[in-house]
């Protein structure tokens, strides 16, 4: 098991929630692999807490889909297949692009318009030093905080849940810096029709964006999906 500390992870006083915050922050980071055992003896040692805390956060994080449980073998990190997530792309398609509707039907905030564009200015600089590891993350946050300003807590319920394979699969190493410049252009494309209070523009880039997302999961190799 995967000890490495991530400073997400925190001390044994604090709440089950907390913990559960703690290994889901390691499974999307790749701290945790697909298919990887986690020990409940192990965790509750690293954490200083007791075995009854982390099998109560097991439930909530199998229940929410991040681990599975296997009869007699223990709790694991799940695998998704690419039909899976396949499937899970086209629902995602259909709620960011509602989420990126309401965020540009909404009047925002001087707050809210600053962090698009802060976050819009941070994906052009990953885009320009061809960093992935900075671009994926500044993804992530750009989409989820689209999703935040839309404010319709159904969409981010079920976003929770059918994006996650997806933090597996982000942009390869062997991605190009062609191909990082088109997925930034969605971007840009997506924030400007936000900030000018364009429904129909936001709704349709965001769509078309997603879709291509899941146009890189149909093109991976088999070995992604082991």
Not at 52 to 77: A, D, K, Q, S
Not at 183 to 202: K, Y
């Amino acid at each position: 098991m995967d000890a490495e500390p991530t400073g997400t992870m925190v001390p044994s006083s604090i709440s089950p929630d907390k913990l559960a915050d703690g290994i889901r922050e390691r499974i999307r980071r790749g701290s945790y692999a697909p298919g990887q055992r986690l020990i409940e003896v192990d965790l509750a040692e690293e954490l200083g807490v007791g075995r009854g805390r982390i099998r109560e956060v097991f439930r909530t994080l199998v229940g929410e889909g991040y681990l599975e449980f296997v009869e007699n073998r223990g709790v694991y990190v799940r695998r998704f297949s690419r039909r899976e997530i396949l499937e899970m792309g086209r629902v995602r398609e259909v709620l960011e692009g509602l989420a990126a509707r309401i965020a540009a039907e909404r009047q925002l905030t001087p707050e809210q318009v600053r962090l698009l564009r802060e976050h819009q200015a941070a994906l052009d600089a990953a885009a320009q030093r061809h960093d992935i590891d900075a671009y994926n993350r500044e993804n992530y946050a750009y989409h989820a905080s689209i999703c935040a300003i839309s404010a319709n807590r159904h969409i981010e319920e079920f976003l929770t849940r059918v994006r996650l394979p997806l933090y597996r699969l982000q942009l390869p190493r062997s991605f190009t810096e062609d191909s990082m410049t088109r997925s930034n252009r969605d971007h840009q494309v997506i924030t400007s029709a936000i900030l000018s209070g364009n429904p129909d523009a936001a709704e349709a880039a965001m769509r078309a964006h997603v879709r291509a997302g899941n146009q890189h999961v149909e093109s991976l190799d088999e070995r992604a999906f082991l």
